[in-house]
């Protein structure tokens, strides 16, 4: 259907609307990643920006379903309604469906189709290849709705292998000396293990107490993660020259005071600020991001096709400004509670 044959009093501006608990289809009821409890819930990811507990109806993908009972418990929504990636379904008139973002095991953009026209709300997304997570799908589009985490130009992320490189060389250069990974949890822990099994790194990796659940997690849904074993087990003698992941938090809470001369590394995309490396500390800042940087961004807003953009989550001033340099229009989704994800 042309632009011209779509009544316009059903833009998606009529339909998808901004309010208090998050971005809410009306004639659908139902709610895309809400930031407070809602009956109807259609979630991107398990990020907890994203999937919160206490939603009466979930629909999400398998993987996603089973990120958010690991994480919140077995009733932490009143139902699921798994959606396979690739499929859809007919709810009230709209055609709701998922498909592969590329960020996190189970991410999925939301498509939805109503009254002629296509809206995509990418969640969080990248367009890297990543082992542990199915590529982005392009879907072609009236209205994107993208992300913008790393929407500055100043954000080019390094091609993930190569940071991985200088990882394992480091292990070379400083063998007797524990390499102490900050990672969060979901997503980043296991995307690296996954990284460093490709590159041939076959020896145990230790982990700490809060990664065990998701890694293991990922395991079952068929990843590669290799041998791992908790650090809290392990002697000094097993940690001298291995790699160990931890949360962010865990050298405030002293834990790593124990290990003898660690090497403390991080991976994010932050850590191509200068200051926020140093801020957090890591004498190795490896640049390994699952958002898109600022290039990828744009590629995948002309890759859409969509005339219309709407900006979240991030840094949405210097995307909005790119859209209209494209004869595109651009709009900042003043969306609350979206910021601080752990990247
Ligand atoms: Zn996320
Ligand atoms: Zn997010």
């Not at 990643?33 to 819930?41: F, I, M």
């Not at 809290?232 to 124990?258: C, F, M, N, V, Y």
Request: glycine content about 10%.
């Amino acid at each position: 259907m042309t632009p011209r044959l779509r009544a316009l009093e059903n833009h998606p501006d009529q339909w998808l609307q901004v309010r208090p608990k998050g971005l809410y289809c009306v004639p659908g009821d139902f709610y895309i990643d809400p930031h407070g409890k809602v009956d109807r819930a259609v979630i991107t990811h398990g990020h907890a920006d994203h999937a919160r507990a206490g939603h009466g109806h979930v629909l999400t993908s398998p993987e996603t379903a089973a990120i958010m009972r690991v994480r919140y418990g077995k009733n932490c929504a009143g139902a699921f309604q798994e959606l396979v990636p690739g499929t859809g379904i007919d709810h009230f008139g709209v055609r709701v469906q998922l498909v592969p973002a590329g960020h996190v095991l189970g991410s999925c953009q939301i498509v939805l189709d109503y009254a002629g026209w296509r809206v995509v709300a990418s969640g969080d997304y990248k367009r890297a290849s990543d082992p542990t997570s199915a590529n982005f799908e392009v879907v072609a589009c009236d209205v994107f709705i993208t992300e913008a985490t790393f929407g500055l130009p100043v954000f080019v992320h390094e091609h993930a292998p190569d940071e991985i490189a200088k990882l394992i060389g480091s292990l070379d250069t400083f063998p007797e000396r524990s390499h102490l990974m900050s990672a969060y949890s979901l997503g980043k822990a296991q995307r690296l293990i996954a990284e460093l099994r490709a590159a041939g790194y076959d020896a145990p990796i230790y982990l700490h107490s809060a990664h065990e659940r998701l890694c293991r997690l990922y395991q079952d849904w068929g990843v590669n993660l290799g041998v791992l074993h908790r650090a809290e087990h392990a002697s000094q003698d097993d940690l001298r020259g291995s790699i160990i992941l931890a949360p962010p938090s865990s050298s405030r809470e002293g834990w790593a005071d124990t290990l003898t001369d660690p090497l403390p590394c991080a991976a994010s995309g932050w850590m191509r600020v200068r200051k926020r490396a140093q801020q957090s500390g890591a004498e190795l800042p490896l640049v390994i991001s699952d958002h898109a940087d600022w290039p990828d961004l744009q590629r995948t807003i002309m890759d859409t096709g969509a005339e219309e953009i709407w900006v979240t989550h991030g840094r949405e001033d210097a995307l909005v400004y790119f859209c209209e340099t494209q004869g595109l229009r651009g709009r900042a989704l003043a969306l609350i509670g979206r910021e601080g994800e752990g990247e």
